[in-house]
T-cell receptor
Framework: GDSVTQMEGPVTLSEEAFLTINCTYTATGYPSLFWYVQYPGEGLQLLLKATKADDKGSNKGFEATYRKETTSFHLEKGSVQVSDSAVYFCVLSPSNDYKLSFGAGTTVTVRA | GAVVSQHPSWVICKSGTSVKIECRSLDFQATTMFWYRQFPKQSLMLMAT?????????EQGVEKDKFLINHASLTLSTLTVTSAHPEDSSFYIC???????????FGQGTRLTVV
C-alpha cells in the first residue's frame, strides 16, 4: 500500500538557519502530496501542496517540489523563525482512494 | 480556504460517562469525513471514515461500539466516546476531504481527558 517515510526529529535550529525535512513516498498511480503543520494543542493546517510531478508548492517561505523520479517531496525553508517551531507532517493523498498516508511527523524547534 | 470546525476544543469528563465531539464543514459539503486519534508526540491514527447517510467504516482494532460515529448531514459528523475510561484520553482530530487526490481540511482537534 501507499506509505510515507519522513525524516525523524526532533530538529533544533537557530533563527535564520536553513531547514530541510526529508520525505519520500511509495504509491501507485499519481498521488497528491502535502505538507501540514501542527502548532501545539492545535489541529493540522495545510502548509503547501503539489498535485503532479515537478510541481513546486510554496507558502510562508517554505518550498517543496514533487519529484517523481526520486519519489520525494522534501520541505525546505531558507531562514527559519521562532514562529516556525511546530510539528510538520508529510501527507500523501492517493489518486484512487480516500485514505491519507501520514509521515511520522517531525518536531522542529527554532531558538532565538 | 475551506474551514472545518471541531467542538469542543477540550473536555474533561468522569470515567463511565459519554462525550460527544462535533465536526462541521463550514463552507463546503463533505460527504466523507475522517476521525483520527493522536497520541503524544506521534502521528495521526485513522479511527474511522464517516460517510453521510450511511454507517461509518472503522479501522481494524477500533471498537465501533465505543466510538460511535454519526454523519447525519453533509456538513456535520459526530464522534461519541461512550463509557469513557482514562485510556481513552487523547487528542481527537476530524477532517473533511474534497475527493480523490484532493485536499483534506482538519478541525482544530479536541483534547479529551477522562478522570
Amino acid at each position: 500500500g501507499d506509505s510515507v517515510t519522513q525524516m525523524e526529529g526532533p530538529v533544533t535550529l537557530s533563527e535564520e538557519a536553513f531547514l530541510t525535512i526529508n520525505c519520500t513516498y511509495t504509491a501507485t498511480g499519481y498521488p497528491s502530496l502535502f505538507w501540514y503543520v501542527q502548532y501545539p494543542g492545535e489541529g493540522l493546517q495545510l502548509l503547501l501542496k503539489a498535485t503532479k510531478a515537478d510541481d513546486k508548492g510554496s507558502n510562508k517561505g517554505f518550498e517543496a517540489t514533487y519529484r517523481k523520479e526520486t519519489t520525494s517531496f522534501h520541505l525546505e525553508k531558507g531562514s527559519v523563525q521562532v514562529s516556525d517551531s511546530a510539528v510538520y507532517f508529510c501527507v500523501l493523498s492517493p489518486s484512487n482512494d480516500y485514505k491519507l498516508s501520514f509521515g511520522a511527523g517531525t518536531t522542529v524547534t527554532v531558538r532565538a | 480556504g475551506a474551514v472545518v470546525s471541531q467542538h469542543p476544543s477540550w473536555v474533561i469528563c468522569k470515567s463511565g460517562t459519554s462525550v460527544k465531539i462535533e465536526c462541521r464543514s463550514l463552507d463546503f459539503q463533505a460527504t466523507t469525513m475522517f476521525w483520527y486519534r493522536q497520541f503524544p508526540k506521534q502521528s495521526l491514527m485513522l479511527m474511522a471514515t464517516s460517510n453521510e447517510g450511511s454507517k461509518a467504516t472503522y479501522e481494524q482494532g477500533v471498537e465501533k461500539d465505543k466510538f460511535l460515529i454519526n454523519h447525519a448531514s453533509l456538513t456535520l459528523s459526530t464522534l461519541t466516546v461512550t463509557s469513557a475510561h482514562p485510556e481513552d484520553s487523547s487528542f481527537y482530530i476530524c477532517s473533511a476531504w474534497t475527493g480523490a487526490g484532493g485536499e483534506a481540511f482538519f478541525g482544530q482537534g479536541t483534547r479529551l481527558t477522562v478522570v
